[in-house]
């Protein structure tokens, strides 16, 4: 049978006690440390007799995890961050515990129940059929790639002439997007956004029928970004959508950021149109407080996902009945149960506890907003629609910029990396943690 000695024994109570330690206390922000300076203090970890548990927990929690910047710091508002609840937090540690294979319904069908579950609520949200369904990727990434590939199958049998596909978005669309062109070896139609940064579907329509009209390319999907990643901005989801359809496109909506909020009443109607998606990503590891990492990865018809992505061999024909096996949908065959963490939560919360969170960053982002705007110093981009609020500095330069956020996250005040925007500088707070309020914010602003 298991044996469990003191020696696991005594290492889990150290393990729980670092863990419960980690979730009570205000998280480091702390920052990157060169290799050569790591290797002086830890050496080489990997030895032939090995350090022991105790040794290496050691070695991780007083120096390897001090390298590291928490993406859950209050005042880390870099990129996206995250914001795992403690609930999905506490779960990621049964998950690790548990030995659950997320690939197939055979062998982790009450997990795959529970991850579809938590997918079955966003699919709703966004007004998807009964029929939908889809599976947690590693990440937003991924999900794109792996819709994408479903989209081209598509298009293939309907336009098996077709030299070249081509995949349209907009110019603010996600760099994912670029790299899954770049491994499907398929060309990107960049459709210009309107003066407020938002695809709309007549300019989708103008550009893929000149495409079409003029070369042997054709364009197999049409992705919109429901929430850009560098402003927040929502793409207009029913033009684009229809524009789409009308010239038998599949449909992509990346909301890997905000779609997260289609569970605020307050901006829900900016997502309208999302519900005819032929496919969709939002990840809850950035705007839905589950840990690192899952990408909701939704079809409207899974079975198309499931004719390009099951993967066939004599080993696994055993799997290939009705049920629903996770790793029929994506590329991926095994996978963790990277769901489990956001259903344990969601499930132990309740829905009204995310809309009311999600509502919670809306409203700091508005007012994070308005404080930019009353600074003599700052100049607003444009009024955040979901929780990026990114503005300028007068008078400075790149270099500027550069030099107030190293200096912003060695004072250990935050985490604040400039980005730009029109080939311009800008700074951004992305609000995802609903720790930050908003004195948070107003030390920030106090640096600019
Ligand atoms: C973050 C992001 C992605 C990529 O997601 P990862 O989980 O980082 O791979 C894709 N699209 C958008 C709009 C994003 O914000």
């Given at each position: 049978m298991h044996e469990f000695t003191p020696e696991v024994e005594e290492l889990a109570k150290e393990i729980l006690a670092y863990s419960l330690e980690r979730l009570k206390s205000d998280p480091p922000?702390d920052?990157?440390?060169?290799?050569?300076?790591?290797?002086?203090?830890v050496?080489?970890t990997?030895?032939?007799?090995g350090l022991g548990g105790k040794k290496a927990l050691e070695v991780f929690t007083e120096v390897l995890a001090k390298a590291c910047?928490s993406s859950d710091h209050?005042?880390?508002?870099?990129?996206?961050?995250s914001a795992p609840s403690e609930f999905a937090n506490l779960f990621d540690l049964v998950v690790g515990a548990s030995a659950l294979?997320?690939?197939?319904?055979?062998?982790?069908?009450?997990a795959?129940?529970a991850?579809?579950?938590?997918?079955?609520?966003?699919?709703?949200?966004?007004?998807?059929?009964?029929?939908?369904?889809?599976?947690?990727?590693?990440?937003?990434?991924?999900?794109?790639?792996?819709?994408?590939?479903?989209?081209?199958?598509?298009?293939?049998?309907?336009?098996?002439?077709?030299?070249?596909?081509?995949?349209?978005?907009?110019?603010?669309?996600?760099?994912?997007?670029?790299?899954?062109?770049?491994?499907?070896?398929?060309?990107?139609?960049?459709?210009?956004?309107?003066?407020?940064?938002?695809?709309?579907?007549?300019?989708?329509?103008?550009?893929?029928?000149?495409?079409?009209?003029?070369?042997?390319?054709?364009?197999?999907?049409?992705?919109?970004?429901?929430?850009?990643?560098?402003?927040?901005?929502?793409?207009?989801?029913?033009?684009?959508?229809?524009?789409?359809?009308?010239?038998?496109?599949?449909?992509?909506?990346?909301?890997?950021?905000?779609?997260?909020?289609?569970?605020?009443?307050?901006?829900?109607?900016?997502?309208?149109?999302?519900?005819?998606?032929?496919?969709?990503?939002?990840?809850?590891h950035?705007?839905?407080f589950a840990p690192y990492d899952a990408?909701?990865?939704?079809?409207?018809?899974?079975?198309?996902?499931?004719?390009?992505?099951?993967?066939?061999?004599?080993?696994?024909?055993?799997?290939?009945?009705?049920?629903?096996?996770?790793?029929?949908?994506?590329?991926?065959?095994?996978?963790r149960v990277r769901g489990l963490p956001f259903w344990f939560s969601?499930a132990a919360h309740?829905?009204?506890?995310?809309?009311?969170?999600?509502?919670?960053?809306?409203?700091?982002?508005?007012?994070?907003?308005?404080?930019?705007?009353?600074?003599?110093?700052?100049?607003?981009?444009?009024?955040?629609?979901?929780?990026?609020?990114?503005?300028?500095?007068?008078?400075?330069?790149?270099?500027?910029?550069?030099?107030?956020?190293?200096?912003?996250?060695?004072?250990?005040?935050?985490?604040?990396?400039?980005?730009?925007?029109?080939?311009?500088?800008?700074?951004?707070?992305?609000?995802?943690?609903?720790w930050?309020?908003?004195?948070?914010?107003?030390?920030?602003?106090?640096?600019?």
């Amino acid at each position: 049978m298991h044996e469990f000695t003191p020696e696991v024994e005594e290492l889990a109570k150290e393990i729980l006690a670092y863990s419960l330690e980690r979730l009570k206390s205000d998280p480091p922000l702390d920052g990157p440390r060169s290799a050569e300076d790591l290797f002086a203090e830890v050496g080489n970890t990997i030895t032939a007799k090995g350090l022991g548990g105790k040794k290496a927990l050691e070695v991780f929690t007083e120096v390897l995890a001090k390298a590291c910047i928490s993406s859950d710091h209050p005042r880390n508002l870099a990129f996206i961050p995250s914001a795992p609840s403690e609930f999905a937090n506490l779960f990621d540690l049964v998950v690790g515990a548990s030995a659950l294979y997320g690939g197939s319904w055979q062998e982790g069908a009450g997990a795959v129940f529970a991850e579809n579950q938590a997918l079955r609520w966003l699919s709703d949200l966004a007004g998807l059929p009964e029929s939908s369904g889809g599976v947690f990727v590693q990440g937003g990434t991924i999900g794109n790639l792996s819709a994408l590939v479903v989209a081209r199958a598509q298009a293939r049998k309907k336009f098996p002439e077709t030299r070249r596909f081509v995949v349209a978005c907009s110019e603010e669309a996600h760099s994912s997007i670029a790299s899954a062109a770049n491994v499907m070896d398929v060309d990107i139609l960049k459709i210009p956004t309107d003066e407020n940064g938002k695809l709309q579907g007549a300019a989708v329509g103008a550009a893929v029928d000149q495409l079409h009209a003029t070369g042997e390319s054709r364009v197999f999907a049409v992705v919109a970004t429901a929430g850009t990643t560098n402003l927040g901005i929502i793409d207009n989801l029913a033009s684009i959508g229809k524009a789409a359809h009308d010239r038998d496109i599949w449909f992509h909506v990346d909301g890997a950021y905000g779609l997260a909020a289609l569970c605020a009443p307050s901006v829900r109607p900016l997502f309208d149109g999302v519900e005819m998606a032929d496919s969709f990503i939002v990840d809850p590891h950035k705007w839905l407080f589950a840990p690192y990492d899952a990408c909701a990865l939704v079809y409207r018809e899974p079975k198309y996902g499931k004719e390009v992505h099951t993967q066939h061999a004599s080993y696994l024909e055993t799997l290939h009945d009705d049920s629903w096996s996770p790793s029929d949908y994506a590329i991926h065959l095994t996978r963790r149960v990277r769901g489990l963490p956001f259903w344990f939560s969601l499930a132990a919360h309740g829905v009204d506890a995310y809309t009311d969170a999600m509502e919670q960053s809306l409203v700091i982002a508005k007012q994070a907003a308005e404080l930019v705007r009353a600074h003599p110093n700052l100049e607003l981009l444009c009024e955040p629609e979901l929780s990026i609020v990114a503005f300028k500095r007068k008078g400075w330069k790149k270099e500027d910029y550069q030099s107030w956020s190293d200096k912003l996250l060695a004072d250990q005040v935050g985490f604040i990396p400039p980005s730009s925007h029109d080939g311009e500088p800008i700074l951004r707070f992305a609000i995802v943690n609903p720790w930050t309020k908003i004195s948070d914010i107003k030390i920030i602003l106090a640096t600019l």
